[in-house]
C-alpha cells in the first residue's frame, strides 16, 4: 500500500559510516515526523518539519541530520556522532485536506551498526 | 513539560475478560489525546482520540482530567486484539507513552 513509504526495510552500517533513511509520501501532508522506537522505550521524536525547506529538532536529535527539500521527502541521516544507531525508525506525516491530527506511519527502516 | 505515562509493559489476559490499559498524562493546558496500535507486521495506527469519543473495534476511552488519565477500556478482549499499544498527547507534536503490550490468550 502506498501513502507513506519509508526505504530500505533493513540498512546495515559500519561504525564511523553516514548512512541516510528514506521517506517519501503521496498523502500531499505538510508535516513530517521521524521517530526512534526502542523496545521499552517507545517512539522519540527525532526531527520534525512542518512545512518544506523547514524543520526542527525533537528530543533526541544529537547525531542526526534531516532536509526538507521536497513536500513529499523528509530524508533522516544517521552521521558518525550518534552513539547508538541501532534501532527501528519511524517515518510520520500530517495534516493535508482532511484534518491536521492524525499522524501515518511509514513500514519502517531497522538499522544496524556491525 | 509534558510526559504520557503507561504503568504496564505487559498485560495478560484471556480471551473474553475485560481490558484496561492504563495512560496518565501531566500537561499543564487543555491536553489531546491519543491512543494509537501497532498490531504484528503491521504499521503503527491510530486506533481513537477523545476528541471524536467514538468506540473503535469495540475500544473507548475517556479523559478524566481530574485523574489526569486516558485509559483505554474493552469489556470483551478478542485475541486478535493483541498488539502493541501506545498512548500520544499532543502539543506542537506527539508525545508518547513507552506502550504496553496486549496479549490476549484463548
Known amino acids: 500500500d502506498g501513502g507513506i513509504t519509508q526505504s530500505p526495510k533493513y540498512l546495515f552500517r559500519k561504525e564511523g559510516q553516514n548512512v541516510t533513511l528514506s521517506c517519501e509520501q503521496n498523502l500531499n501532508h505538510d508535516a513530517m515526523y521521524w521517530y526512534r522506537q526502542d523496545p521499552g522505550q517507545g517512539l522519540r521524536l527525532i526531527y520534525y518539519s512542518q512545512i518544506v525547506n523547514d524543520f526542527q529538532k525533537g528530543d533526541i536529535a544529537e547525531g542526526y541530520s534531516v532536509s526538507r527539500e521536497k513536500k513529499e521527502s523528509f530524508p533522516l541521516t544517521v552521521t558518525s556522532a550518534q552513539k547508538n544507531p541501532t534501532a527501528f525508525y519511524l517515518c510520520?506525516?500530517?495534516?493535508?485536506?482532511?484534518?491536521?491530527?492524525?499522524?501515518?506511519f511509514g513500514p519502517g527502516t531497522r538499522l544496524t551498526v556491525l | 513539560a509534558q510526559r504520557v505515562t503507561q504503568p504496564e509493559k505487559l498485560l495478560s489476559v484471556f480471551k473474553g475478560a475485560p481490558v484496561e490499559l492504563k495512560c496518565n498524562y501531566s500537561?499543564?493546558?487543555?491536553?489531546?489525546l491519543f491512543w494509537y496500535v501497532q498490531y504484528s507486521r503491521q504499521r503503527l495506527q491510530l486506533l481513537l482520540r477523545?476528541?471524536s469519543r467514538e468506540s473503535i473495534k469495540g475500544f473507548t476511552a475517556d479523559l478524566n482530567k481530574g485523574e489526569t488519565s486516558f485509559h483505554l477500556k474493552k469489556p470483551f478482549a478478542q485475541e486478535e486484539d493483541s498488539a502493541m499499544y501506545y498512548c500520544?498527547?499532543?502539543?506542537?507534536?506527539?508525545?508518547f507513552g513507552k506502550g504496553t503490550m496486549l496479549l490476549v490468550s484463548p
Open positions: 500520544a498527547l499532543k502539543d506542537s507534536t506527539l508525545t
Open positions: 510520520a506525516s500530517s495534516g493535508g485536506d482532511f484534518g491536521e491530527d492524525t499522524q501515518y
Open positions: 477523545h476528541i
Open positions: 500537561y499543564s493546558g487543555s491536553p489531546e
